[in-house]
């Protein structure tokens, strides 16, 4: 059974930095590793995700030049450091993984599992 257990979430000041770590284990194969978060009153949106083909990263305009998401298959665990943080990213973020490729790597209906969430808090 594929297991998904972030940590690292915090508060912290707007211009402040936190980095998410995502361990997971049981799975054989993803395709695609994600990171969401989901604000009080607001839809669950995709901050970015990494494509296990090659590597290659996507990332929400709204993070992009400000959050990194990376991989370490020796510790089965991924990434999300994020920089500049502003009062916006405020939210419960999720490690996600999609088994087989669904969709958009945006949309959470494609991912098969989810870990519990780490809240994130960025103060003005």
């Known amino acids: 059974q594929v297991q998904l257990v972030e940590s690292g979430g915090g508060s912290v000041q707007a211009g402040g930095s936190l980095r998410l770590s995502c361990a997971a284990s049981g799975y054989t194969y993803i395709t695609y590793w994600g990171w969401f978060r989901q604000a009080p009153g607001k839809e669950r949106e995709g901050v970015a995700t990494?494509?296990?083909?090659?590597?290659?990263?996507y990332y929400a305009d709204s993070v992009k030049g400000r959050f990194t998401i990376s991989q370490d298959n020796a510790r089965n665990t991924l990434y999300l450091q994020m920089n500049s943080l502003k009062p916006e990213d405020t939210a419960m973020y999720y490690c996600?993984?999609?088994?087989?490729?669904?969709?958009?790597?945006?949309?959470?209906?494609?991912?098969?599992?989810w870990g519990q969430g780490t809240q994130v808090t960025v103060s003005s």
């Open positions: 990494i494509y296990t083909g090659g590597g290659i990263t």
């Open positions: 996600a993984a999609m088994s087989a490729y669904g969709g958009n790597w945006y949309d959470s209906t494609y991912y098969n599992y």
